[in-house]
């Protein structure tokens, strides 16, 4: 096992002319719990876009499990293990919900996760199974896509903003579930506008400010000050 | 009495004409490709399973053996090799690629086969008939009908019950989140297409059964399909089964009244549907 599970060597990232990240430099250890903070725009979901392979890089810039990978697609990337929770829920509206989740599983990864642990986790789920998936609220919509992602027994998995436009009670329980996922070794990134429920589950920090790592360190050790000026890039 | 065999003769050759909009209508609803050459590949079904018949000297139907998985080869290569490139925001380059696709077929089969009309000969069944309470039903045509029944319901079966179906809706729905998934894009179409030109190579044989081809009769099968899935709703496979249905008796009765109106009767029956119900009598809601 190499002692990083994902690092990032001189990401660049472009949208046609736009340069949307610079050179970013990121080691992740085999289970820990990354977040990624930085304001709108900082290139935060490019940043995950980029590693889920929806974006494609030089194969160098990304090596995950000792493998280069930045030139795969999204599909081989996900072969791998690592599973994205893309911002907004992206559910499929015309599968059910119980086939949201059955999509997931389309790698036939082997692994903990199955339908009966993911009902399990988030019960509601399993009384709305055949509903579509349209028809659930947005925090179940979240749960749905948490699963799908967690079917694919990722070994790395990456939450874009999972409390975007939710209730602050469902980002709450939806927090709560968060160690019962992660406790099994996997690996997590969690991308979050909301600073303090980032640190509150994460032991290491990335800030991003404007395509480039501002700020890193222990969740412990960083002070407020220093993720204001990382976060604003001005004196607090 | 006259009437009500025009309308049962109908009702059968709308199964041929669901047989022909089956594909279009899948290809269209995982992929949104408006694919032109497929009254062509019809015909080109049509000539392999004549050339099979020759050849092996066995009956057009397990023809069928031979003809459907090499229509659905054709299929993957044609969208991966092809297709896929086309595929973009912007729905004009499929439309083009088909269109010449659809005038190399024609010429590549004038060029083999000649502009001589052909005909597969499938024996007695071509006569036979049953009687079904008091009319005199073909053999061949009821056998039509069932198999289009027979074969929207498999399709129907794997679109909501198989993997392949959900990768099909997925990746209709979002293709980039259905990469992330595991889904390949490239091989989910090609998929498809195949399903589709398997279906192609039924109505093909079907086609070349029941009447005489030769390579310039694709387009005609493209308009029948096109109407049949319009009429029947985009999306809806069923539909497009009542679609066929609804063209064939159009067809039927307008050729009852005068021999001239077959054609006719069926595009203005189209045309009304079309003015009354823009999105066709049993459209899929749209999410």
């Known amino acids: 096992m190499p002692d990083h599970v994902l690092s990032l060597r001189q990401l660049d990232a472009h949208y046609g ?55 795969l697609r999204a599909d081989q990337v996900a072969g791998k293990g690592i599973a994205l929770v893309p911002e907004g829920r992206q559910l499929f509206p015309s599968l059910s919900v119980a086939e949201n989740l059955m999509i997931g599983a389309q790698t036939g990864r082997a692994g903990p996760w199955s339908l009966k642990k993911v009902y399990a986790l988030f019960p509601i789920l399993q009384e709305r199974k055949d509903q579509a998936s349209t028809t659930l609220s947005g925090g179940q919509q979240q749960m749905v896509a948490i699963g799908r992602a967690l079917m694919a027994n990722p070994d790395l998995i990456l939450f874009d903003e999972i409390s975007l436009g939710l209730a602050p009670v469902i980002i709450k329980s939806i927090y709560d579930a968060l160690p019962d996922i992660v406790g099994g070794g996997m690996t997590a990134m969690i991308v979050e506008q909301d600073i303090s429920k980032a640190l509150s589950v994460s032991s290491r920090v990335y800030c991003l400010q404007e395509g480039r790592v501002s700020l890193s360190g222990g969740t412990n050790s960083v002070s407020r000050d220093d993720i204001t000026r990382a976060y604003f890039g001005v004196e607090a | 009495m006259d009437w009500i065999v025009a309308i049962v003769q109908g009702t059968l050759l709308g199964g041929l004409y669901a047989l ?61 090799g092809i297709l896929n490139r086309t595929l973009g925001d912007d729905i004009l380059p499929p439309l083009l690629v088909t269109f010449g696709l659809s005038v190399i077929l024609q010429n590549a089969l004038l060029e083999a086969y000649s502009a001589d009309p052909q005909k597969m000969n499938a024996g007695a069944i071509e006569t036979a008939s049953v009687p079904v309470g008091g ?23 794997i679109f909501y019950r198989t993997s392949l179906g959900r990768a099909f809706r997925a990746t209709s729905d979002n293709s980039d989140i259905a990469q992330l998934m595991g889904l390949n894009k490239a091989h989910v179409f090609g998929m498809a297409m195949a399903l589709a030109l398997a279906v192609t190579a039924i109505a093909g044989i079907l086609l070349g ?14 308009i029948f399909g096109f109407e049949a899935v319009i009429i029947g709703g985009l999306g809806n496979l069923w539909g497009t089964l009542a679609g066929g249905v609804i ?34 009598l049993f459209p899929r809601v749209a999410h």
């Open chain 1, 17 to 71: 002319d736009f340069q949307a990240l610079f050179g970013i430099d990121m080691q992740i250890a085999a289970g820990e719990v990354v977040a990624i903070i930085g304001a709108n725009g900082a290139g935060k979901t490019t940043l995950l876009r980029s590693i889920a392979g929806l974006l494609q890089n030089k194969a160098t810039q990304v090596t995950y499990q000792g493998k280069s990978i930045g030139a």
């Open chain 2, 20 to 80: 022909f909009a089956a594909g279009l209508s899948l290809i269209f609803g995982v992929m949104r490709l408006v694919n032109i050459a497929h009254g062509d590949l019809i015909v080109l079904a049509a000539y392999m399973g004549l050339s099979t018949t020759v050849m092996l000297g066995v009956h057009p139907f397990m023809a069928l053996l031979i003809v459907m998985p090499a229509m659905a080869g054709i299929g993957y290569v044609l969208q991966r």
């Open chain 2, 135 to 157: 009319l005199t039903l073909g053999v061949l045509p009821l056998l039509t009908f069932a198999i289009a029944i027979a074969v929207i319901a498999g399709l129907q079966f």
């Open chain 2, 209 to 222: 059964v029941r009447t005489s081809f030769d390579p310039s009769v694709g387009g005609a099968r493209l």
């Open chain 2, 247 to 280: 063209l064939g008796v159009a067809q039927t009765i307008g050729a009852k009244v005068d021999p001239g109106w077959q054609l006719l009767a069926g595009h203005i029956a189209f045309l009304v549907v079309l003015a009354v119900r823009p999105h066709g």
